[in-house]
T-cell receptor, first 116, second 116 residues
Framework: AQSVTQLGSHVSVSEGALVLLRCNYS??????LFWYVQYPNQGLQLLLK??????LVKGINGFEAEFKKSETSFHLTKPSAHMSDAAEYFC??????????????FGQGTILTVHP | NAGVTQTPKFQVLKTGQSMTLQCAQD?????MYWYRQDPGMGLRLIYY???????DKGEVPNGYNVSRLNKREFSLRLESAAPSQTSVYFC???????????????FGSGTRLTVV
């Protein structure tokens, strides 16, 4: 079975500060990893994903994440927070093929608040 | 615009009533999914359909049924609604499993269901 743990249900930063949202996963096979963002009363939007290749992945809106197999982590970062980054962020994992047919398992979510 | 369309967007049911949530995608994706989102719990998989003609239970299937009507459409039915089914429901579809850069999910905008 696979699982995702997001450390911190709420993260608060000042505008211009570094954003760091933590995600650790558990998977018995090499994972595919995703970060999604959800703005209030909206659906989920893909920020970035890791499937194969380079372990540092760049996404939209200046976000990036690094897959660290030894630490089973996929933390999301952004060098400088903007007010528009305030949202809920979800880390998710799926297996690459096999009988799971790409089912996504989500973390609990982290609400990011950005202060002026 | 191409994507995943869910209907209705909002619904209030009385305990014991039944209803069907509709989902359609126009991206020619093979796999489709139904998730529910509850505060502090992320998104949990209810049912999925790996391909047309197949459906399987996810993490929280009790109280739900699904129908993969054709490749485009995947509906979720609540036969006898309960207050515990108050949630936001998301439909999603995905491209072929294990195709690296082509691997991804598209989510609908959600259905906010309240059972009183």
């Amino acid at each position: 079975a696979q699982s995702v743990t997001q450390l911190g249900s709420h993260v608060s930063v000042s505008e211009g500060a570094l954003v760091l949202l933590r995600c650790n996963y558990s998977s018995s096979v090499p994972p595919y990893l995703f970060w999604y963002v959800q703005y209030p009363n909206q659906g989920l939007q893909l920020l970035l994903k890791y499937t194969t290749g380079a372990t540092l992945v760049k996404g939209i809106n200046g976000f990036e994440a690094e897959f660290k197999k030894s630490e089973t982590s996929f933390h999301l970062t952004k060098p400088s927070a903007h007010m528009s980054d305030a949202a809920e962020y979800f880390c998710a994992v799926s297996k690459a093929g096999g009988t799971s047919y790409g089912k996504l398992t989500f973390g609990q979510g982290t609400i990011l608040t950005v202060h002026p | 615009n191409a994507g995943v369309t869910q209907t209705p967007k909002f619904q209030v049911l009385k305990t014991g009533q039944s209803m069907t949530l509709q989902c359609a995608q126009d991206m020619n994706h093979n796999s489709m999914y139904w998730y529910r989102q509850d505060p502090g719990m992320g998104l949990r998989l209810i049912y999925y359909s790996a391909s047309e003609g197949t459906t399987d239970k996810g993490e929280v299937p009790n109280g739900y049924n699904v129908s993969r009507l054709n490749k485009r459409e995947f509906s979720l039915r609540l036969e006898s609604a309960a207050p515990s089914q108050t949630s936001v429901y998301f439909c999603a579809s995905s491209a072929f499993v294990g195709t690296g850069d082509n691997y991804g999910y598209t989510f609908g905008s959600g259905t906010r269901l309240t059972v009183v």
